[in-house]
């Protein structure tokens, strides 16, 4: 089952960057540039798994899991640079949610080197799939802080905008990140990645209309016609 499930989330993922992609040509947004890194990650991911039992153990696929966890740790934290841009666009928080989006995100991308320059590699079979994972006996803390800060922007967007969608999928991925993976796998927690992903593309338009509607109505026909052109 596990091959299979690698397949559904690479090409799931590789299908909602390519389907997004188009969409940052257009608006040239940079939060839809931040959503996208970590989904891109999951790529890698996901194909790392379904290929892993042909590789078998090795300090090849040692090698190549540990970068798995690299791009974890520098991309999950992009998510919180694009919750920040989308709070201070929806007029929420001000300069200060981007100040604070920008801390949080360095502080885990920080937390999640340090985790992976201590990990302890051993290679694990779940469902069929082969690969690696640290039993330093650390805890996986930056995920779930980043599913908690997700969280509370997804509660602020809510509140703002009448829209619960970021703050639905933020929970998914709280509750997701804190199941024990050597017993479920990773795959609940792609499908929470996969569903904020989602949330936070789903949200760009939302706060783009609030956005729109707090400068001058001349600049916003302008803005809206420059768009269509592109």
């Given at each position: 089952?596990g091959?299979?499930l690698s397949?559904?989330?690479?090409?799931?993922?590789?299908l909602?960057v390519?389907?997004?992609f188009?969409v940052y040509?257009?608006?040239?947004?940079?939060?839809?540039?931040l959503?996208?890194?970590?989904?891109?990650?999951?790529?890698?991911?996901?194909?790392?798994l379904?290929?892993?039992?042909?590789?078998?153990?090795?300090?090849?696929?040692?090698?190549l899991?540990?970068?798995?966890?690299?791009?974890?740790a520098?991309?999950?934290?992009?998510?919180l640079?694009a919750?920040a841009?989308?709070?201070y666009r929806?007029?929420?928080?001000?300069?200060?949610?981007r100040?604070?989006?920008l801390l949080?995100a360095?502080?885990?991308?920080?937390?999640g080197?340090?985790?992976?320059?201590?990990a302890?590699?051993?290679?694990?079979e779940i469902?069929?799939?082969?690969?690696?994972?640290?039993?330093?006996g650390?805890?996986?803390?930056?995920?779930?802080i980043?599913?908690?800060?997700?969280?509370?922007?997804?509660?602020?967007?809510w509140?703002k905008l009448?829209w619960p969608?970021?703050?639905?999928?933020?929970?998914f991925?709280?509750?997701?990140?804190?199941?024990?993976?050597?017993?479920?796998?990773?795959?609940?927690?792609?499908a929470?990645q996969?569903?904020?992903a989602?949330a936070?593309l789903?949200?760009?338009?939302?706060?783009?209309?609030v956005?729109?509607?707090?400068?001058p109505?001349d600049v916003?026909?302008r803005?809206?016609?420059?768009?269509?052109?592109?």
């Amino acid at each position: 089952m596990g091959p299979y499930l690698s397949a559904f989330f690479a090409l799931s993922s590789a299908l909602l960057v390519d389907r997004s992609f188009p969409v940052y040509r257009r608006t040239r947004s940079v939060a839809i540039l931040l959503i996208l890194w970590p989904v891109v990650g999951l790529i890698y991911e996901s194909l790392l798994l379904l290929v892993g039992q042909r590789l078998g153990a090795s300090p090849r696929l040692e090698a190549l899991n540990a970068l798995r966890y690299w791009l974890n740790a520098a991309f999950m934290p992009f998510w919180l640079l694009a919750a920040a841009d989308l709070l201070y666009r929806a007029g929420i928080g001000g300069r200060a949610a981007r100040r604070a989006g920008l801390l949080a995100a360095l502080a885990l991308i920080g937390l999640g080197a340090l985790q992976t320059l201590r990990a302890q590699w051993q290679p694990v079979e779940i469902f069929g799939t082969l690969h690696y994972r640290d039993f330093s006996g650390a805890l996986p803390l930056a995920l779930p802080i980043t599913a908690l800060l997700l969280t509370a922007a997804g509660a602020a967007l809510w509140r703002k905008l009448r829209w619960p969608g970021l703050f639905a999928a933020a929970l998914f991925l709280l509750v997701a990140s804190v199941l024990p993976v050597n017993t479920v796998g990773p795959f609940p927690q792609w499908a929470a990645q996969l569903t904020v992903a989602v949330a936070l593309l789903r949200a760009e338009p939302r706060v783009a209309r609030v956005d729109t509607a707090s400068v001058p109505a001349d600049v916003a026909a302008r803005l809206s016609a420059y768009r269509r052109e592109e």
